[in-house]
């Protein structure tokens, strides 16, 4: 296909050609998987291909990924980790002993945990805001003109939406980057750096790998130039936080039905939460595509084809009703994670007892399943 096309090509169909991606070599009409750790050089020793030299560096099955993942992102470049996690403390990793961080309260617990104790040993400061509450937001960023402003929306488990392109200008306007997890959106239903984000991170483990089977982070930016992006591409390469050529052929399979499944998922979802906001035992249910929710208006405005399938409920009855729900379950599996293809749930309060969250709150991922048998089966635990 000339290039002149490409250009116009849509999120799925690029998805489902994983980005043109295809082993020249045999004609199989999807990657090879290239498990090298180290290539040849020639007689006068310069190496046989100057793209390749050592696995740490070079791998092309990583590159293929990253090259899928920037064009459903809308970015300059990306680079996959071996977890989300691995991507976040790439990002923190640049900030300067001494300087201050902005992050956004009550997201994510596993990046709360590892930024207070990183950001204690390096001598950062870290303030942690309500950043769905753009007043609150903007008044921490202007007190503390922070190094970075982190953000995760929609937020995790609290499905709370930060507006991207009001943080962003605010941001910018005391010098800072921001940051923005875009985990529960994926890049099928979110695209922040269009929104005026510096850099845009997600756990591929979730939607983005989709299956439940792979465990990796990714970083975008739509500045590859930028000091902060050179940076985090020197410390990948010599720190060593790598994924590997396995997980990214599996990342790439995975994100040829990113679209399809979001979808599906989104669509799954929408129909849960307004199920569930009608059940007498429930008492509120946390889900940006209801047009209740406080955060609609802006999630409409910077998610696009769905809400996605993270949300969360309350339990009328409190932990011991939520945990009883929770066991009657037949087809949602107790288990973490999210963007799976199969329903789970998970009663967080039991996980982090101490950040405030409700004690009868469940948080479901929704998955691919026939809709009806998913609400079936929230009838049956509920008990109509
Ligand atoms: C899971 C998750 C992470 C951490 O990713 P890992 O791949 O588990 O390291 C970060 N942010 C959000 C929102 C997540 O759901």
Redesign the pocket.
Known sequence: MSDALKPRLKPSTIAAHAAGAKDDETGGVVPAVHMATTFERGPDYSPLNAQNIYLRSHNENVRVAERLLSKLENAEDTLLFP????A?AAVFRTVPNGASVLVQRQ??W??TEWIRTFCARRGITLHEVEASDHAAFSEACVAHKPFLAWI?TPS?PWLRITDIAASAKVAHDVGALLVV?S??ASPVLSNPLAHGADIV?H????GINGHSDV???SLSTAAKAAAIWQEIVVDRNTAGAVLGPMEAWLLTRGMRTLPLRMREMSTNAMALATYLSDHPKVETVMYPGLETHPGHAIAARQMQGGYGGLMSFVVKGGAAEALRVTGRLQLFLRAT??GGVESLVEHRHTIEPHTGIPEGLLRLSVGIEDVDDLRDDLGQALGQ
């Open positions: 977890s989300g996690m691995a976040v997201i994510y596993g990046t995760e995790n997890d985990t529960a991170m756990s591929a483990t979730k465990l990796a982070g994670s999210l």
